[in-house]
RNA sequence: GGCCGCGUACCCAAGUGGCUAAGGGGACGGUUUGCAAAACCGUUAUUCGCCGGUUCGAGUCCGGCCGCGGCCUCCA
């Protein structure tokens, strides 16, 4: 049974979908405000989210899942004012690095990808819904805000009391905003053209605007996913993911406006059933950060920011641009659980990128040692698992077997998904990947060398190696060694030089064998020789 | 000031009342190998920041202390 935390009730909570079949279940992510390019932290952010849902389709459900682009807001019109670019065209550069970056990291891609200003009309109609249900009003310079004083539940979420955190916070609050409006939390959902402060409006035609009953101008950030969560999934829908960050005021405010906007559709149930925040990834502080009190730079992380030059740039790090796998990336994000922050080092990709390499080379002996009870076959594909012997596997039975191989897997499948089924425990589930890995390699380990497979082992391997692929899949990960950038000249010229050196050793030329070893894994190519003369080469 | 979270080996990290504290990385020793690599075997936390309490029993619950981080302003 999986359970959840939600951070509404901060407990863990059975999952149990809206959906009075139990079959389809509703989710919405934040996406990025894509004004610049993504970091280590919105890597997070999506693959938290893609494992949520990969387990939840593993399990049996079918997920409608919806991400958002934010589109406009300040940050998009100042750096488009800036640079003196259109923001449509800004906004453009970003989105599609966003999907170039989840193709890399493997995930899946949303059944819509919403973007804020192709729903400028949805949006008006919350504010006129909120206007007239006296949840929002016009404050004194003409901007329309949220009257967060008219709802109840407001700070259900975030369980905060804003009158209590006034204290100690005087410097922090803006004195000027605070004059226009009735409460202190209260935030904006028409935020007019006229009101600007001058580094936007010295924008002139650039600034983006819309014509509304209050004015030109544009909608408050929250609005955008009240109005494409009601509009791609329906209120109520099942999951709602993000960063921690925007636990408040985003979501807060996002679920407010949702609740009291569609009060009457959602028969005074709320807009949202679980919760799910994504922590932080951090970097550890240099001495070298000015702002950054020295006694400081010895401790854990802090926030990636811009001010401080210690933003990692997803770009940077995979591949092509960077130096790892994107898998890696992927590793090092469920090596932990998606509550607890990271402390980003580039150690931790060295890390994971060991890690992935121990699955795949048991993914290796595993294929080969198939291939040897087949005989002949130089083709490994085929030997996932089918239907009918998933089915066979499904047999409990199965744990009661005297091939070690098919009791270890069938352990292993019910660790994992012990594991994931407490609030996606994937550091849990990875555990359990790596247990069969080792049962594999320890059966791929005990086979003569020149003993044919038989058809016992053959079966444990196919299992093994099934389940493997099929629990790898639930995480992400694909299932083999990325395909080298180029399969061109270079290859067939690393062949070659192979079959050289095979002839070299063949010869007891030993020297010239590991000259030639040598120099290819300075270029990338690390070679392991394989019994029979044979050899495998992995691209690094 | 309010709210939330974290502190487990050399490193990363799971474990939230009960068999010998997962797993990975690294290191060291062994098997294998022409030598390597990969793989296999073994070693690497009598102890979970510190102090006290509850309990037959606590890393796990409670209280205090110390250290660290996040949110409260745009933020994944």
Known sequence: MLRILNSQSRKKEPFTPLDPVGKRVLMYTCGPTVYDSLHLGHARAAITPDVVRRYLEYQGYQVRYVTNFTDVDDKIIRRAVAEGLDYRKLTATYIDEFHRMMLALNVKPADAYPR????????LQIVERLVKAKHAYVALDGDVYFDTSSFERYGALSK??????????SGRIDEERLKVKKNRGDFLVWKLLKNDKEELSKGGDAVPRWASPWGDGRPGWHLECSAMSAKYLGLPFDIHCGGMDLLFPHHEDEKAQSECAFCKELGGKESVNYWVHNAFVTVKARPQDAT??????????????????????LREMIRPAGPFDPMAVRMLMLSSHYRSPIVFEPALLDEATARLERIYNGLDAMREALVRAARGKEDTRGYELNAEELARFS????????VPLLKNTAKAREAFTAAMDDDF????????VFDLVTAANQEAAALKPDAPVTEGHATGFRMALGTLVELLQVL????????AASAGD????????????????????????????DELKALGYDVEDLPGGKWKVKKK
């Open 116 to 123: 804020a200003t192709d729903h400028i009309d949805e949006m």
């Open 425 to 432: 425990n994937t550091a849990g589930a990875l555990s359990a």
């Open 160 to 169: 905060r009391k804003l009158e209590e955190e006034e204290a100690g916070l």
């Open 476 to 483: 992400g990960f694909r299932p083999q060694r990325e395909a």
């Open 292 to 313: 950054i009190a020295a006694d400081l730079v010895d401790s854990g992380g802090v926030k990636m920011s811009k001010s401080l030059g210690n933003v990692k740039w």
């Open 490 to 517: 270079g290859e067939a010229l690393v062949e070659l030089l192979m079959k050289t050196r095979a002839e070299a050793r063949a010869a007891k030329q030993f020297a010239l064998g590991d000259k030639i070893r």
């Open 395 to 402: 047999d409990p039975n199965l744990k009661t077997t005297r």
